[in-house]
Nanobody, 127 residues
Framework: VQLQASGGGLVQAGGALRLSCALS????????MGWFRQAPGKEREFVAA????????NYADSVKGRFTISRDNAKNTVYLQMNSLRPEDTAVYYC?????????????????????WGQGTKVTVSS
């Protein structure tokens, strides 16, 4: 399984970016998907997650109402739409895939839940 994240870049505060993460090597619909981020000098933190079918989502409080996670199982891709960006959103963003997710349960927030990780895409928000 390989995950390829893209879409990061430099944006001004208040702006928007959309991150994408494509999964290859296995059936995408078999995985719950998550986004995490890691700022310099900080631990990796949960951002958002979505279950296999896309019917259940989970957000960190810090991004709720500003970020939206979605998935297109036909394109093997998960997205993170980020609006109203703030300087504190600056980080490397990682997508992750959870093969052992339980149908009907809210997708997990712990990095330990996830089996596969992408390489990360850098997001910089200037003030």
């Amino acid at each position: 399984v390989q995950l390829q994240a893209s879409g990061g870049g430099l944006v001004q505060a208040g702006g928007a970016l959309r991150l994408s993460c494509a999964l290859s090597g296995h059936a995408f619909s078999a995985y719950a998907m998550g986004w995490f981020r890691q700022a310099p000098g900080k631990e990796r933190e949960f951002v958002a997650a979505i279950n296999r079918g896309g019917s259940m989502v989970n957000y960190a409080d810090s991004v709720k109402g500003r970020f939206t996670i979605s998935r297109d199982n036909a394109k093997n891709t998960v997205y993170l739409q980020m609006n109203s960006l703030r300087p504190e959103d600056t980080a490397v963003y990682y997508c992750a895939a959870d093969f052992s997710s339980v149908p009907g349960r809210t997708p997990g927030r712990s990095p330990l839940t996830y089996d596969y990780w992408g390489q990360g895409t850098k997001v910089t928000v200037s003030s």
